[in-house]
């Protein structure tokens, strides 16, 4: 069974940083594309990048400059780097990959996963 988990939120004051990570285990045969988005309260879910297994990024155009997502293929992780933050940026934070691997039926299958979630405040 594959799980997508994510790490790394928390509190922040503003212009500090923070990284969070995203990490898939379980029956994982290959993770292809992978990605950040965030929902902030009362909002729509948006994109905030997007990196291909062979690390080619895409950004949200007004985050350019202060995140920089990247990955490590060796141990299926993914992270983003957050700097200069500002209250604006308070969200919720998920992860998503498109997975081949094995699901809890034991069915090898490719589709994409999303992680739990991870609170990102930024306030003084």
């Known amino acids: 069974q594959v799980q997508l988990v994510e790490s790394g939120g928390g509190l922040v004051q503003p212009g500090g940083s923070l990284r969070l990570s995203c990490a898939a285990s379980?029956?994982?045969?290959?993770?292809?594309?992978m990605g950040w988005y965030r929902q902030a309260p009362g909002k729509q879910r948006e994109l905030v990048a997007t990196?291909?297994?062979?690390?080619?990024?895409d950004y949200q155009e007004t985050l350019k400059g202060r995140f920089t997502i990247s990955r490590d293929n060796a141990h299926n992780t993914m992270y983003l780097q957050m700097n200069s933050l500002k209250p604006e940026d308070t969200a919720v934070y998920y992860c998503?990959?498109?997975?081949?691997?094995?699901?809890?039926?034991?069915?090898?299958?490719?589709?994409?996963?999303w992680g739990q979630g991870t609170q990102v405040t930024v306030s003084s």
């Open positions: 998503h990959a498109d997975i081949d691997g094995r699901s809890e039926r034991g069915i090898r299958t490719r589709r994409r996963y």
């Open positions: 379980g029956s994982v045969f290959s993770v292809y594309n």
């Open positions: 990196i291909t297994s062979g690390s080619r990024t």
